[in-house]
């Protein structure tokens, strides 16, 4: 279990507050707003309204007790940089911040930033990657590289086991998973067989996967 400091309760920080809360971690959200901070609550282990521009007021939080502190300021830029600034110079261990454009990754890196998301442009390429194939259920890019791809079984893999379709060899595809009525079977043997109508979690170079299913 950790334990996340959470600045800023928008569409986007109350998304994270509430898979923080389902993956059983504590969460301290803090927002200006107090109807934000009241929409929260039931995901929250604790609540604060005010002003994380203000030293002082961040500075009793206890910055240093939380293993992750998350910016998730998406309205004014400025309360951004300045919050995540704040949270490494009171000794934050950890800072994630939250990019609305390419522009500001640079700035809050700067500013002290250890990671920064930037959920808009990751979501455009979750969407373009998926709605250019009909297999293509769920995508997570790993690095500029590789990426792991949930897809619908393709009607030549199935009926085929993992050691007949030998996708490593010829494709450079790696078969993670299978998921049969909901439930992922992460246990994939070589004698494995490829079911239509499950999905399947495959590991691989991007291209790799793409030029093979034709996106």
């Known amino acids: ?124 390429a979750w969407t373009a990657i998926r709605c250019t194939s009909e297999y293509i259920l769920d995508y997570i890019e790993l690095d500029k590289e590789y990426s792991i791809f949930e897809l619908s079984t393709p009607a030549e893999w199935a009926g085929k086991t993992v050691l007949q379709l030998d996708l490593r060899k010829k494709y450079g595809i790696n078969v993670l998973g299978i998921r049969r009525d909901g439930v992922l079977d992460m246990c994939v043997l070589p004698e494995t067989v490829l079911e239509p109508g499950a999905s399947v979690l495959v590991l691989g170079r991007a291209r790799s996967v793409q030029k093979y299913l034709h996106i």
């Not at 998304?15 to 109807?35: C, P, R, T, Y």
């Not at 901070?37 to 521009?53: F, K, M």
């Not at 300021?73 to 949270?87: K, P, R, Y």
């Open 1 to 124: 279990m950790k334990t996340v400091l959470l600045i800023g309760l928008g569409r986007f920080g109350r998304h994270i507050a509430q898979k923080l809360n389902d993956l059983g971690h504590q969460v301290m959200v803090v927002d200006s707003d107090e109807e934000r901070v009241n929409a929260v609550l039931p995901y929250a282990t604790n609540a604060r309204i005010g002003d994380s521009t203000n030293r002082e007021f961040l500075s009793d939080l206890g910055v240093r007790s939380f293993d992750a502190c998350i910016v998730a300021i998406g309205d004014n830029f400025q309360n951004s940089l300045e919050t995540t600034d704040l949270l490494k110079e009171l000794g934050a261990k950890k800072v994630i911040a939250r990019a609305s454009r390419g522009v500001q990754e640079k700035f809050l890196l700067r500013c002290g930033a250890d990671e920064v998301v930037y959920p808009e442009r990751q979501l455009a």
